[in-house]
């Protein structure tokens, strides 16, 4: 199926909801286009589930921590400098979660290079939460780009389930979340500064973290507006 007809499928599939729901105000500027009915309801956790609730663990040396998929490959590629960098001086472990064998994987592993570096296999997706516990930092490099400006900041949210301070790409749509006390918001150029801040900080930023998300993201209080919508277009 070419790319043009899955688009066309989109389009078509929006146009004819009675009503959408969006994660972010700039997705919600590109789905406006196709259906006013639409609302933003943000990305949100049950914290009380399983994969959310294990105990940190303790760490010898600080490790830093970043989840995600091969979708993710030219991400990467902004910190794979200051990662090794920090790595190199003996200032960090590394890990590297979602891993499922495959040629990009491997290619994505092959950047970084060191005893510091550890890779975490994929997992389910109602597990994967888990490998959040080996972090005391996590990152979520982002380039900004109008396709990645209508993502959401579920790193940031995934991260405040374990207490974690994390340092995120200055961009859209983590720059919804500016105040945010227990984000850190890194500039191309500023990865390597903003880790050793964010581990220097760590327990203040994560608390902070944590504190900010449970009371904007939690999934009970967006379940209440996602039925009152649900409610609206089924009268």
Known sequence: VSQSRYKNAIKDALHYADGVTCTTRQLLDQVKQYNKNSIVLPNCLDYEHEQWKHSRLANEKPKVGWVGGITHHEDLKL???????????????FYLC???????????????KGDWFHVVRGTSANAYGEVYKHFDVAIAPLQSTKFNSCKSELKII?????DLPIVV??????????????????????????IKQALSNASRLGSN???????????????????KFYESICK
């Not at 891993?99 to 950047?111: A, K, R």
């Open 158 to 162: 995934e991260a405040s389930a374990y």
């Open 169 to 194: 790409s200055a961009c859209e749509p983590y720059l919804n979340r500016i105040d945010n006390g227990g984000v850190i918001f890194a500039k191309p150029d500023e990865w390597y500064d903003s």
């Open 98 to 112: 979602g891993y499922t064998p495959s040629d990009i994987w491997d290619s994505i592993c092959s950047m970084f």
């Open 79 to 93: 910190i794979v400098d200051d990662i090794t960098r920090l790595g190199n001086e003996g200032l960090i472990d």
């Open 209 to 227: 973290n944590a504190h900010y998300c449970k009371k904007f993201h939690g999934i009970k209080l967006w379940n209440i507006e996602r039925m």
